[in-house]
């Protein structure tokens, strides 16, 4: 039953009202009635805002064309225009990888500082001219080597850190707080240390965070009360939990016991628009739960290379600077709904002014905060979970502004921008009092302030950088970063070249391993677009030590770590020695062709080249082929070089240059079976009817793509769709390179056939074997969507949210597999093959227990044999189906907790058999 606005315009309490996107809230809606108390007064401020490193992510931000890269600064940093960050966090660089690409450091080698090292001050300058009243944070996550001589915790690392204040101190910038190592707990001595080293050296304002891993630091800080005055702000990542829908925030006793300023000063980790609701709710809960009062997403934006790990994630994403196109995320809006009503310094209010509506976690949360003038005050309200409108009833007293307030919403269910960040009809209150309607899944920000607004640039196009492309350094200064170059570990600068050559070259900086974040590798960087498919990238070298060198082409997925960058690479030494490798996203290293040439010797200039033709790999020395090999893994990807260890390497007359179109072999994998275009018993009779069968990797499944646009099995028939109807059939005939025999493999993986203009489409959406394939109108159905190989990607529970994981990444055979909180580790990074296998690790099955195919059969990891029984069809319903059995891959009686192991059972669609591979 509904109740119009007129008649609650009638009631005796006269309150002044607004619905807002309904014109009325619905029977059984929760109503809660708040006091907005001036006099009541709980924490103060402290803000909202976000991480610029761990690491790499704001890296491509710098490169935009001067009018998009201002356009982005504004709807990160601008006051009333967009998110209006009020923390922002700058990573100190280390030169090794923390998470997404290696920050470089201001001090590759002791004593030799510069101030310009990096993008981090740059973006601090850009946050300052445009918010001079923003709060900035500084924390390492790696070091260089030379530090401590490996020790993290050491007077050199604070003399390390000082002296990058003193950085930003020429740039400008006051950092106003300053972490101890990212999630590595505390030494209780070097915080303590670093406390009188600030305060020795001119920074006694700067507050130490502590330790930026959990509220354990807390325990120690009560009872250390040296400790406990060194540190100023508590922090925590991830109070809500990891990859978490944050609907629970708390803290710790001990932690509010220590009276100091609680943050959450690292959440998020998630899609900048799928994650929004937690956004949110890590905010108004994260204070409600815990008395949190500061928070820093991470990461800022996603301005990096679209194959590396969390690539959408932040408030908005950057990653073709070529372009300028950039895209806001429904992130950006939810902080722009706390930030442009707030403040730091701003208290929040207590009592029913900050809570749960109807006292129900379900319906939704808020919280108010009183401006520093003692009258204005503002409430954001989350209804992010409720199920419908909530009415709240709101009082303002105790010396607050009981006038006109002003209402924003943002709807997180809409995918279209006009929904987001909107200003709604403001509302009179009558002697302090209104009503609201707030509809579900929507963040509302209700204010007294003003000068709230919404920017109105647009974004470009977004566009591929297109071939061929090159650079000879020779444009940059001295130490400076190369355009477009993204280094993955180690650090990659400009320096004037060596061994007889003039002008600049790119170099290797990092002179010995870092002390790392995560795990170590070689130390490379990557340039380009990640959809160059057919070309040849060539550069000069000149060898500074001996060791060996990398050049890489076709760099697609990388898995943390950096290790597990899939790309091909020719690795050639100092000794002449050469190899064409493989490496996957599992960090497995395939020689797939080597040998020896004379030796190149140090301090001499070669040039090496590494070309991609179809499923065709060349290398060349010096003009020279080396080898050719044929693979099937990789077909499109970056560029990049790379030292194999930390030598200090220069490369010069870097190019990328396109090819000829190949031939392409690979499967034809439904998306929505699991199963394989396949030519029954491996007929090669014209007129053959191809259907879905299991995924063997036979001969018979082998679909090369031509530069004829021809999809041939057996090297000499052809896909052909003669029929060119709606469900005739596809079969295979003679190749005759007519239009019923050309086919274009579209991005999203949808097979069209050139001459009706209709697709590959599996019969009737079936998902069994013998299943017909036919032409069909094109409809964007999962039936009609066909993967081309190896597929890699987590398995995420639907019912639970929980990814399955190897516990502890033991790789042992009979190790069972169970829930975890995802975390995009190699241990949850499941490939489904060719042949129909879900490997981890990449040597390692997913597999019934000892072959079993009964009901509650267990499931483990296991060295790869062929058995029906480590094959799996990966559904596009979610289903995980095992050929063996038959069964579904199943949560243990629904389990949702950490731990909770799998079994098979019969397929019944219920929630625990369903899973999502992103």
Not at 68 to 94: C, H, M, N, S, W
Not at 259 to 269: D, N, R, T
Request: charged share 15%.
């Amino acid at each position: 039953m509904r109740g119009s606005t007129l008649l609650r315009l009638l009631l005796p309490v006269l309150l002044a009202t607004t619905t807002l996107g309904a014109t009325a809230a619905p029977a059984g809606a929760a109503t809660t009635t708040i006091a907005v108390d001036g006099g009541s007064t709980g924490r103060t401020f402290d803000g909202v805002g976000a991480i610029s490193g761990g690491g790499g992510n704001s890296r491509l931000l710098i490169d935009y064309p001067p009018a998009q890269r201002a356009q982005i600064l504004d709807y990160l940093f601008k006051p009333g225009y967009g998110a209006a960050v009020q923390l922002l966090k700058l990573e100190i660089g280390g030169d090794a990888n923390s998470t997404d690409g290696s920050e470089p450091s201001h001090q590759h080698v002791r004593g030799d500082i510069d101030c310009n090292a990096g993008y981090e001050f740059w973006l601090g300058e850009q946050a300052v001219a445009r918010n001079p009243g923003i709060k900035l944070v500084a924390l390492p996550w790696a070091a260089p080597g030379w530090v401590g001589g490996g020790n993290f915790w050491s007077q050199d690392m604070i003399d390390y850190d000082i002296s990058w204040l003193d950085c930003a101190k020429r740039h400008g910038l006051t950092i106003g707080y300053l972490g101890g190592w990212n999630e590595r707990g505390h030494d209780k001595t070097w915080y303590k240390n670093l406390r009188a080293a600030l305060n020795s050296r001119g920074y006694g304002a700067v507050q130490i965070v502590g330790d930026d891993s959990s509220w354990n630091t807390a325990d120690d800080m009560l009872s250390d009360s040296g400790f406990n005055a060194a540190v100023g702000v508590v922090g925590s990542h991830y109070p809500c939990g990891y990859l978490s829908d944050a609907t629970t925030c708390a803290s710790s006793a001990n932690a509010v016991s220590t009276g100091k300023p609680l943050w959450a000063s690292e959440f998020g980790s998630q899609d900048f628009n799928t994650g929004s609701a937690a956004y949110i709710r890590t905010i108004t809960r994260g204070y409600l739960d815990g008395q949190m009062t500061g928070f820093m997403n991470w990461p800022l934006v996603a301005a990096l290379y679209s194959n590396l790990p969390y690539s959408t994630v932040g408030l908005a994403t950057a990653n073709t600077p070529w372009s300028g196109a950039y895209q806001l995320g429904k992130n950006l809006w939810a902080n722009a709904q706390v930030a442009q009503f707030t403040q730091p310094g701003w208290k929040f209010l207590t009592g029913s002014a900050s809570g749960y509506l109807g006292g129900n976690r379900a319906n939704g949360s808020y919280i108010s905060l009183r401006a520093a003038n003692g009258t204005d005050y503002s409430t954001i309200y989350e209804t992010t979970g409720a199920s419908a409108a909530q009415t709240v009833n709101v009082t303002a007293s105790g010396g607050l502004n009981t006038g006109t307030v002003h209402v924003w919403s943002t709807d997180l269910g809409s995918s279209n921008p006009a929904d987001h960040f909107v200003k709604q009809a403001d509302v009179t209150p009558a002697s302090g009092t209104y009503s609201l309607t707030l509809q579900p899944n929507r963040i509302y920000s209700v204010t007294t302030t003003t000068g709230q607004g919404k920017g109105t640039a647009t974004s470009p196009a977004a566009g591929n950088l297109s071939l061929p492309y090159s650079d000879d350094f020779d444009g940059y200064s001295t130490r400076s970063a190369a355009k477009y170059f993204s280094d993955m570990q180690g650090s990659y600068e400009v320096r004037p070249c060596a061994a007889g050559r003039g002008g600049q070259c790119l170099q290797q900086v990092a002179p010995v391993r870092p002390i790392n974040w995560q795990d170590d590798s070689d130390a490379f960087t990557l340039v380009g677009d990640p959809q160059w498919s057919n070309y040849t990238v060539g550069t000069d070298v000149d060898l500074q030590q001996a060791g060996t060198v990398t050049l890489l082409g076709r760099a697609g997925t990388q898995n943390r770590p950096q290790s597990h960058q899939a790309a091909y690479q020719l690795r050639i030494a100092d000794t002449g020695a050469w190899s064409i490798a493989k490496n996957s996203s599992g960090g497995v290293l395939t020689t797939l062709a080597s040998g020896s040439h004379a030796a190149l010797g140090l301090n001499t200039w070669h040039n090496i080249k590494l070309g991609f033709s179809g499923n065709r790999i060349t290398a060349s020395l010096d003009g020279a082929t080396l080898g050719a090999v044929t693979d099937t893994a990789f077909t499109t990807g970056l560029a990049g070089v790379g030292v194999v260890g930390y030598q200090t390497n220069l490369f010069d007359n870097f190019s990328v240059t396109p090819n000829a179109d190949g031939n392409y072999g690979g499967i034809l994998k439904g998306q929505e079976s699991g199963l394989c275009a396949d030519v029954p018993a491996a007929s090669q009779t014209d007129g053959t009817a191809i259907a879905l069968w299991d995924c063997t990797g036979g001969a018979n499944q082998s679909w090369t793509a031509t530069p004829a646009k021809q999809l041939m099995v057996y090297g000499t028939k052809c896909l052909d769709a003669s029929g060119a109807t709606d469900g005739s059939p596809v079969r295979i005939s003679g190749c005759t390179g007519g239009t019923a025999q050309q086919w274009a493999i579209t991005a999203d993986g949808s097979v069209v056939d050139a001459g009706s203009g209709k697709c590959l489409d599996a019969t009737g959406h079936g998902t069994v074997p013998g299943t017909a394939l036919v032409l069909w109108g094109c409809n964007g159905g999962a039936n009609q969507k066909w993967a081309r190989g190896d597929t890699a990607g987590i398995l995420k529970g639907q019912e639970s949210g929980k990814c399955a994981d190897v516990p502890a990444a033991n790789q042992a055979d009979g190790t069972v597999p169970a829930l975890w909180d995802c975390n995009n580790g190699t241990n949850q990074a499941w490939t489904s093959t060719t042949s129909n296998q879900l490997k981890v690790f990449d040597t390692k099955c997913l597999e019934t227990a000892g072959g079993a195919t009964a009901d509650g059969t267990a499931i483990q990891i296991h060295d790869c044999t062929g058995a029906a029984t480590q094959q799996w069809r990966v559904q596009a319903g979610g289903a995980v189906v095992n050929v063996g059995s038959g069964k579904c891959l199943d949560v243990t009686g629904h389990g949702t907790t950490n731990g909770t192991p799998f079994v098979i059972w019969p397929c019944t669609g219920a929630a625990n058999q369903r899973w999502s591979r992103s």
